[in-house]
């Protein structure tokens, strides 16, 4: 017998099948137009500047743009004997372009990065080029400088060529591409950047420490006391969210000087002679001082949250069942603390990491982070291309330490209470 599925239907004659995936879909739409705002939101203030930063960083097209027929001419040179007359004559009008334009200054400064010794006889050329007969240029050109006569110097304009280029980061590594395409060191006098991103999450680790050493027994204190107690004695964890970062770090540069307070009290009850006051400013111990005052209130108040939820009976249970007091922590209290440890360290860290005005006022030669190297090349050298690289090497090991944390803790183990 032949039976057929009689079709539902709803009260205005629509199949339900039908009428639920259009609910379903509306209800999709709805959801997305809620979350609209927070995504355009992330994408101008947060995925569209990494992703110029990231261009910036990698973008190598001036010298492409400023010298375009020298690099056609150059196509099929191999780099290994002095480039053809072509090439000279190629190079002699993109350097007329510019020089009439009055821009040769940038591909000066570009090429002089590149290999030392352009800007002396870019200047030269500039001047005897005037006097240069029509043909034979290559021969003119030579005559100029002996320097031209260098197949490296042709060598280094031609890896200039292509539009992008992963410079910025080799330098940021202190490291550069040589003439045969290796990626080697610079001379270990001018290793700089390497020492920086050490000590930069040196301190950022240190910091940490110092403050999960100071801020767990503070929020445990907070989370035991009576609350009468405890809401004054969170007013004073508190109370440096109410001044200026810039007052903050002003007034540690006060207490630390070899004159200031700090000093005055270690003469007093006699641990250092008045004639032999440690410095501690414009150095390490600065930093690590100021920042760990600063940063202090990020790792308590998330340890203070889960400190708080944890119940006062579990450790008198503990030592109940023959427990020392240390033990009942250690083995019940602590492990339940384990969440805010996670949550308070990472935020400390990551602000550390990325700290900018307390390592530059106290911080001075041997105290300044990679943050300060990023500001300087922002303001003072304006190389926002390798600030740019820098800036993502940073946010990349940030990213890095957060899926480590992640796979051997567990970010689930995060909580803020």
Not at 23 to 43: C, D, G, S, Y
Not at 69 to 81: C, H, N, R, V
Request: net charge positive; proline share 4%; aromatic share 12%.
């Amino acid at each position: 017998m032949n039976t057929e599925t009689k079709q539902i239907l709803t009260s205005d004659g629509i199949p339900l099948e039908q009428s639920l995936k259009k609910a379903e879909r509306i209800n999709k739409i709805k959801a997305l137009l809620l979350v609209a705002p927070l995504l355009l939101f992330l994408l101008i203030t947060y995925i569209f500047p990494i992703g110029e930063m990231f261009s910036r960083s990698i973008d190598d097209k001036m010298i492409t743009n400023m010298l375009p027929k020298t690099f056609k001419a150059m196509e099929s040179w191999d780099g290994q004997e002095l480039p053809s007359e072509e090439v000279f004559e190629s190079f002699l009008i993109d350097y007329q372009v510019l020089i009439d334009a009055k821009i040769q200054g940038k591909l000066t400064q570009r090429l002089n990065k590149e290999k030392n010794g352009f800007n002396s006889i870019l200047k030269k050329l500039k001047r005897k080029m005037k006097k240069f007969e029509d043909g034979n240029y290559k021969e003119q050109v030579l005559s100029v400088h002996k320097r031209f006569k260098d197949v490296a110097y042709w060598r280094a304009i031609k890896r200039t060529a292509p539009p992008y280029s992963v410079a910025k980061y080799l330098k940021a590594v202190d490291m550069f591409e040589d003439e045969n395409g290796n990626y080697v060191q610079v001379e270990e006098k001018r290793r700089i950047y390497k020492k920086l991103w050490i000590r930069t999450f040196e301190v950022a680790f240190f910091v940490t420490i110092f403050c999960f050493l100071m801020g767990y027994p503070i929020a445990h204190l907070l989370a035991t006391i009576p609350m009468k107690y405890s809401n004054l004695l969170m007013i004073c964890v508190l109370l440096p969210f109410w001044t200026s970062l810039l007052v903050r770090t002003a007034s540690w540069m006060i207490l630390l000087q070899q004159q200031g307070l700090v000093n005055d009290f270690f003469v007093l009850i006699g641990l250092v002679a008045d004639n032999n006051r440690p410095e501690m400013m414009y150095n390490k111990v600065g930093t690590y001082v100021a920042m760990s005052q600063i940063l202090l209130p990020f790792m308590v108040l998330p340890l203070y949250s889960v400190m708080k939820t944890v119940s006062p009976s579990l450790m008198r249970a503990g030592k109940s069942l023959g427990g020392t007091p240390f033990v009942s922590f250690w083995k019940i209290y602590f492990p339940l603390t384990v969440s805010g440890i996670g949550a308070g360290s990472l935020l400390v860290f990551i602000l550390a990491v990325g700290y900018y005005i307390t390592p530059e006022l106290v911080g001075g030669a041997s105290g300044k982070l990679i943050s300060n190297q990023i500001a300087y090349h922002m303001k003072q050298t304006l190389d926002w291309s390798f600030a740019s690289a820098m800036g993502l090497m940073l946010l990349c090991g940030v990213m890095a330490i957060y899926w480590v944390y992640n796979k051997l803790v567990g970010i689930d183990n995060i909580k803020l209470g």
